[in-house]
Every structure is written in C-alpha cells, then in structure tokens.
C-alpha cells in the first residue's frame, strides 16, 4: 500500500498539495450501488429504502456543491451509459453479467466484470477526478474497497443491512444470508476509512458483531423529502382519491413482499381482530401496496393465499407498487402504517408516513425505534405476535380521534427527518474521511 501511495503522490503533486489545505470538502464523489439502480421504482424486485436514500442524499450533496456520480449495474441494453439525474447528480450504468433475470444472489459473481466498467470510466479522466467513494451495500462495498485503493482516495462505506444481524432475526421459512456475504462485510469494514450507520444501534452492531473500530463509525439518520411526503390536503382527500371509504380503518402496509417485512403478520392479525370483533368487517379495508421481492419470489401469490386461508379475502386489496407522488397518497390515507418487520436498518417508510401526519404500528427492532415514539407518534410491538398487532388495531378501531391525535405528533417528530441534515452531516463524514486518509497517507510518507 504504501508503495503504491508513494507511486501516485510522484504522479499527481497537484492533488498532494490540494490535500494540504484544512478541513476540505470532496468535490466529486463516486457512490456505488451495484445491485439497485437508484432509476428503479421503490418497492420492485431489490429497489427499496436504499434506492430512495441514494437518490434524495445525491441530489442534496450536489446542492452543497459535492457532485456525484452514481454507478449501478445496467439491467437493459435500453438504458444510456450515462443520466443525468439532476444537476450534479449523474447515473453511470455499468455492464456486468446479462441485462435480464439475474439475482442479487448471483451478482458476487459480476463483481469483477462491475469494476472494471467502473475503472474503464476513470481512466477516461484525469487524475484525482474522484475525491472519494461512498459505497453501498456489501456488494458495492468490495468494488468500492478495490477503487478507492487503486485511486488513492477513501472509502466511506454504508451496510444498509447486515447478514449477522439478519440472520440472528430471520423470519419462519426465511433463507439465511450466505457466509461469504458475511466474509466480504467483515473485509469492508476492516477496509473502509468510514462507517455511516443510520442509527446508534447500527453503530453498536457494527462494532459488536464485525469488530469495527468505533472511531471510524458515524451515525447518520436517513432523511425523508418532506416537500413531498406532507399532511398536503389532509385524508378525507386522499382517501376521496383511492377509492377508500371514509370511515373505514385502513391499515397499510407499503413495501416489498418479503418474509423479512412480515406483510403476513399484519393478514394475521387483521383475522384475529375480525375473529373477535365480526362487527368490525364492514369498515375495514387493507390495502397492500407492493411487489414480491427476496426470498418472496419464491411464492408471489403466498400472499393473496393467505388472506384467503385466513377468511380476509374480501378486506384485502394487492396494489402493485407506485411512485413516491401517490405512496405519500397511500400514506395519507392510512389510519396507520403497519410496519412489522423482522429486521430493518432504519424504516424509511415510518418516517415518511409519519411526515404525512399518518402513526406507525412497528415492530420494535433495528432503526425503529428511533422512527417512532412510542405511544406518541405510534407504537411499538416486542416481536411478531398477530394478536399483539391486533389489539393496538382494535384502539384505533375504537378511537376515530387516535389517527389525527397520533398523526399531528408523527407530522412534527419527522420534521427533524429533512434529507438537508443529512447532507450535511454526509458531508461532515466525508471530511473527516479525507483528513485521516490524508494522515495515514502522510504517516506511511514519513
């Protein structure tokens, strides 16, 4: 390593004098997303949270001057090798593998193939374009560690999720994450100059269970677009919009269908509550908003099965997925969103609906916790037992005035949430990697 640091401070003394200055923000940032095209609509196939976090956090470094390019894996031969996605903010699409039905389980094996697309686009620069690489999720993380080394910039690296902490919360039947993701996550965090996590518990597994140094650990809450997702006209009209009846109690669930978001835990414990409460049926609907995704592949229609296995068929509606504009819609709508995950790093969702004045009923794991107050903009669940959901159902069920009570406080809590924050604290990470690279550059000169 130090060879080769000596081998380019000889090739580029502008960039080693640039370095010098205190305290410099990168210029350009290279972010990686190997396996989700920051293009793809939430809540298809493997696009989820991360896809919304990379789009709003690029579009708001590009805002404080940091630009960025995105580079993800083209998954057709329609798609130029380059969009623009806004101003400073460019999408590099890399081939690596077949356009058509490969796995995220299948993409270790395009890792090579991936960064050497994203090599070929440097050498068409001069040298020190990149100030940086921000990657995401473990697969970019590998290609990541490899770019930043063969640059000599740092690397500041996101999990998003991790296999240990996954796999120590796997849903029934779910298929536990491989050992080499685990291998490769330990390398990257090993690796990598920074560690953003998006909460203290993030943070605390990070070290806990992949030995990560806690100085090179930064926490950084995910934002949420609060222009679009607002009360804006209330859920009288967004129900008037949907087709919803206006006094209905409308749990809903938004996001992939997957064992590891739980939608059945909601389907069950919808039964349970009409089991005991048959009056209730008339003014219920459960719409679920969202594709099958992961290990739900496996069995796309195990959903619409179940609600008919468990006799509520007639109450439950599949929506495919939708753009942001109409999901803050759906959120709006909603007496509350019913999070109940097995494992999530953040819960974009709970913040977002709750910037729309909608409560959350979540489980208590991962990020959460810090999406919801308990008892105040939502609650909160220990574990996955329907009968618990349901009995937070029947107050809402009882209470007309929960939803708005509960809904002001969530308005307010998310307005803490702004992607601008994040940004910014993004940015502050960004230094902070610059100047301890830049050290540790200087310490291997000496």
């Excluded at 972010?31 to 095209?37: A, C, F, K, R």
């Excluded at 620069?125 to 697969?139: E, F, K």
């Excluded at 209330?234 to 749990?251: E, F, I, T």
Aim: net charge positive; with cysteine.
């Amino acid at each position: 390593m130090s060879q080769y640091v000596s081998r380019l401070g000889r090739r580029s003394p502008a960039t080693a004098s640039r370095l010098r200055l205190p305290y410099r923000r990168p210029r350009r940032v290279a972010m990686l997303s190997v396996h989700t095209s920051p293009l793809h609509q939430p809540g298809t196939g493997d696009a989820g949270g991360m896809n919304v976090y990379i789009v709003e956090l690029a579009q708001r470094l590009a805002a404080l001057n940091i630009e960025v390019e995105i580079f993800t894996r083209a998954t057709t031969a329609a798609v130029p090798p380059a969009v623009q996605l806004a101003p400073g903010v460019l999408v590099r699409h890399v081939d690596a593998g077949p356009y058509e039905g490969l796995a995220k389980e299948d993409l270790p094996a395009q890792l090579c193939a991936f960064t050497h697309g994203v090599m070929q686009a440097w050498a068409g620069h001069r040298p020190g374009y990149y100030d940086l690489v921000h990657s995401h999720y473990w697969l970019s993380g590998h290609v990541g560690w490899l770019a930043a080394q063969r640059w000599g910039v740092p690397l500041v690296h996101a999990m998003h999720t991790m296999a240990k902490v996954k796999n120590a919360n796997l849903a029934a039947g779910d298929t536990p994450e491989p050992p080499a993701r685990v291998i490769g996550e330990t390398q990257i965090v090993d690796a990598a100059d920074r560690l953003i996590a998006n909460t203290t518990e993030e943070a605390d597994e990070l070290v806990r269970h992949y030995a990560a140094d806690p100085g090179k650990v930064a926490v950084v809450h995910p934002g949420v677009n609060l222009d679009r997702f607002r009360t804006a006209d209330g859920r009288a009209a967004a129900r008037a919009r949907l087709a919803l009846p206006q006094d209905a109690l409308v749990p809903l669930f938004a996001g992939r269908i997957q064992p590891l978001k739980a939608p059945d835990v909601l389907l069950r414990a919808v039964a349970a509550l009409l089991d005991r409460r048959p009056e209730l049926r008339s003014r219920i609907v459960v719409p679920v908003v969202g594709g099958p995704s992961g290990s739900g592949l496996a069995k796309p229609e195990g959903l619409q099965k179940l609600a008919a296995r468990l006799g509520i068929a007639d109450v439950v509606r599949f929506r495919p997925p939708v753009g942001q504009e109409q999901l803050a819609d759906w959120f709006r709508a909603a007496s509350v969103l019913v999070v109940p995950s097995y494992s999530e790093s953040f819960g974009l969702v709970a913040i977002e609906a709750q910037a729309t004045g909608t409560p959350v009923l979540a489980a208590a794991v991962g990020g959460l916790p810090v999406a919801v107050r308990d008892g105040e903009t939502g609650f909160l669940v220990q574990g996955h037992d329907p009968a618990a959901y349901a009995r937070v159902l029947a107050r809402f069920a009882d209470d007309p005035a929960l939803t708005p009570r509960m809904g002001a406080a969530a308005a307010r809590h998310a307005q803490s949430f702004g992607w601008d924050r994040a940004a910014g604290a993004t940015a502050e990470v960004y230094t902070a990697a610059l100047h301890a690279h830049r050290r540790r550059v200087r310490s291997h000169h000496g």
